[in-house]
C-alpha cells in the first residue's frame, strides 16, 4: 500500500516562497496523477494542483495560477510543489494525494502545515 509524507511547510511572509515535498513508499507513483490539496480552517478542502502521469499536463486552481508549480520526479517517487508569491489567503494544510483510479484520489498523506503572515 502507497503511502505518501508532505514535508516543506512551515511560516513564511507575504510574498516569500515554499517547496514542499510528497515523498512515496511502498509502491511507485509513476503510473498516476498526484494532486495537492489544502484545507483552511473552518473551509472546505480544495483542490489545488494536479500533474499527470508523465508531469507533462498540469492543472491548478485559478488562484494559483501563476505563482505555484507542481512537478514530479518519477525516479524519486517524490512529487512537489513549489509555492512563491505566497500570500495570507494560503495559509492551509496542504496535502498530496494520489488517484490511482478514475476521478478519486484514494491515497493521502498526512498533511504539512503552510502559514503565511501579512
Known amino acids: 500500500q502507497v503511502q505518501l509524507v508532505e514535508s516543506g511547510g512551515g511560516l513564511v511572509q507575504a510574498g516569500g516562497s515554499l517547496r514542499l515535498s510528497c515523498a512515496a513508499s511502498?509502491?511507485?507513483?509513476?503510473?498516476?496523477?498526484m494532486g495537492w490539496f489544502r484545507q483552511a480552517q473552518g473551509k472546505v478542502r480544495e483542490a489545488v494542483a494536479a500533474?499527470?502521469?508523465?508531469?507533462?499536463?498540469?492543472y491548478y486552481v485559478d488562484s494559483v495560477k501563476g505563482r505555484f508549480t507542481i512537478s514530479r520526479t518519477n525516479a524519486k517517487n517524490t512529487v512537489y510543489l513549489q509555492m512563491n508569491s505566497l500570500k495570507p489567503e494560503d495559509t492551509a494544510v496542504y496535502y498530496c494525494?494520489?488517484?490511482?483510479?478514475?476521478?478519486?484520489?484514494?491515497?493521502w498523506g498526512q498533511g504539512t502545515q503552510v502559514t503565511v503572515s501579512s
Open positions: 494525494a494520489l488517484r490511482s483510479g478514475g476521478s478519486v484520489y484514494d491515497y
Open positions: 511502498g509502491g511507485t507513483i509513476s503510473t498516476y496523477t
Open positions: 500533474i499527470s502521469r508523465s508531469g507533462a499536463t498540469a
